[in-house]
């Protein structure tokens, strides 16, 4: 029984702990798998949600660990007082504690992006190190109704607007999960005072010149305050979108299966697009350009770009009688063309490319 049992008794009985239990064990393997079966690295920033979700999964008696990354983005004292509350917390349950150091500061590019793709390498190493199959970060519902809204603004389809994913594979042999997807925030704040523990507090999350952070505080907290429902609704929303984001892509697949995928360029027999809809065929054409420039997500072109594109080639794929000339479109790094015979992604050279 970990060191803090009495207070890990306590917080047994909350409806949070119990949410976040369900969750992680159902995306674990189900209720055929023991918990002892489901060995868990808690990637623990020390502040109160991913506190929160450590407290829980503590509670349930099963194999985790405490998982910490340190990273140079922020003072040498901040990142050694964060280590510090981390290891103190998984003192305070009984449980192991690891911890990684990464170096982004001097890479170029974002260095928020650059920090979250190299923590998920650590926490990925570090899993691994400890036959951990499974990594549990504390993304709750308030950072779910971000995404989505956010998704929203930006013009994305079902696969964004569907927000945060609850599992996806980090590696062949780990996977990401979510548990608190379903836990708002002020519910993770109360089982850590449950559970006797005081977080550590992260200032940035205040910094509304970060944009999550204002649509946080200037934005969803308005919302919030006149919809209290707001979060549990949204995260019904999201799993109905996760959904049909699903069928969508399966229907998509007849589509893969009649293209021609080549180094720098995608092409199709216009038939491969008749009697689709324009939703499948947006996504799939979001899919491709993602898949041909490398992309992070295929939500990167909002759906006013792509609808109009996706709609022109269903009406050329069911007029195929009709002689029409080809017509050309540009999206960012491609060019589309859509001709009598043939859909034609290809990647635009650099001196073909205008500024973005």
């Known amino acids: ?59 349930s008696g099963g194999a985790v660990v405490l998982g910490h990354v340190v990273h140079d983005l922020r003072s040498a004292s901040e990142s050694e007082s964060d280590a510090q509350q981390a290891n103190e917390l998984a003192d305070l349950l009984g449980i192991p504690f690891e911890r990684a150091i990464v170096h982004v500061r001097d890479l170029p590019g974002n260095a928020e992006a650059n920090a979250r793709e190299a923590r998920y390498e650590a926490l990925e190493a570090m899993a691994r190190e400890h036959g951990c199959p499974f990594v549990a970060t504390a993304h709750h519902a308030g950072d779910q109704a971000e995404t989505m809204l956010m998704a929203a603004a930006r013009g994305a389809g079902p696969s964004g607007l569907a927000g945060i994913d609850s599992a996806r594979p980090l590696s062949p042999v780990v996977t990401l999960i979510r548990p608190m997807l379903r836990v708002a925030p002020q519910e993770a704040r109360a089982l850590c005072d ?54 969508v892509g399966a229907q998509a697949v007849a589509i893969w299966s009649r293209a021609e995928v080549g180094t720098n360029q995608i092409r199709w027999p216009i038939a491969a697009f008749e009697e689709q809809s324009w939703l499948v065929v947006s996504a799939h054409l979001r899919d491709a350009h993602a898949e041909l420039t490398g992309g992070r997500g295929a939500d990167s072109l909002s759906l006013r770009v792509v609808r109009p594109v996706a709609e022109a080639i269903i009406e050329r794929a069911c007029a195929r009688s009709v002689a029409i000339s080809p017509r050309e479109y540009r999206w960012r790094r491609v060019v589309l063309i859509v001709d009598q015979a043939c859909v034609t992604m290809r990647l635009i050279e650099p001196e073909e490319r205008s500024p973005e």
């Open 194 to 247: 449950a559970a006797g523990w005081q977080p550590a507090i992260d200032a940035t999350n205040s910094d509304v010149s970060r944009t999550r952070a204002r649509v946080r505080h200037e934005v969803l907290g308005g919302i919030i305050e006149a919809m209290p429902t707001l979060l549990e609704r949204l995260s019904d929303t999201s799993e109905v979108l996760a959904e049909a984001d699903r069928v």
């Open 1 to 59: 029984m970990p060191a803090a049992a009495s207070n890990l008794a306590g917080v047994r009985s909350l409806g949070a702990c119990r949410s976040i239990i369900e969750a992680w064990r159902r995306l674990t393997g189900g209720p055929s798998v023991p918990d002892a079966d489901r060995c868990t690295l808690v990637a623990c920033s020390g502040g109160g949600d991913s506190s929160a979700m450590a407290i829980a999964l503590a509670s």
